[in-house]
């Protein structure tokens, strides 16, 4: 059973930063993908980066790009997104998930996420 537990979140001024981590336990060597995804309230779930595990590729929305980083550190089973510059609208819960499949441009779209975190609030205030 694969688990992701969340953490790092909480509130900023804009211009701030947060670094997020997601640990994870029972993955297995089909999972290829983890990303990290957010809702804010009234809207609905979007993907806001993802890395490719065998390759270490990475994608980004283009709201985040410049600002966020993935990355995973794979000696403590982690995964960490850094979030500088952080604006108002980056006001979300930021959900961690695990996925399968082979190399994609579009991994929001085209990967099926199996397993997610129970999510980790991020305020930012102007």
């Known amino acids: 059973q694969v688990q992701l537990v969340e953490s790092g979140g909480g509130s900023v001024q804009a211009g701030g930063s947060l670094r997020l981590s997601c640990a994870a336990s029972?993955?297995?060597?089909?999972?290829?993908?983890m990303a990290w995804f957010r809702q804010a309230a009234g809207n609905v779930r979007e993907g806001v980066a993802a890395?490719?595990?065998?390759?270490?590729?990475?994608y980004y929305a283009d709201s985040v790009k410049g600002r966020f980083i993935i990355s995973r550190d794979n000696a403590k089973n982690t995964l960490y997104l850094q979030m500088n510059s952080l604006k108002p609208e980056d006001t979300a819960t930021y959900y961690c998930?695990?996925?399968?499949?082979?190399?994609?441009?579009?991994?929001?779209?085209?990967?099926?996420?199996?397993?997610w975190g129970q999510g980790t609030q991020v305020t930012v205030s102007s």
């Open positions: 998930a695990a996925g399968e499949g082979g190399f994609t441009y579009f991994p929001f779209q085209n990967v099926k996420y199996n397993a």
């Open positions: 890395i490719y595990t065998a390759f270490g590729s990475t």
């Open positions: 029972g993955i297995s060597y089909s999972t290829k993908y």
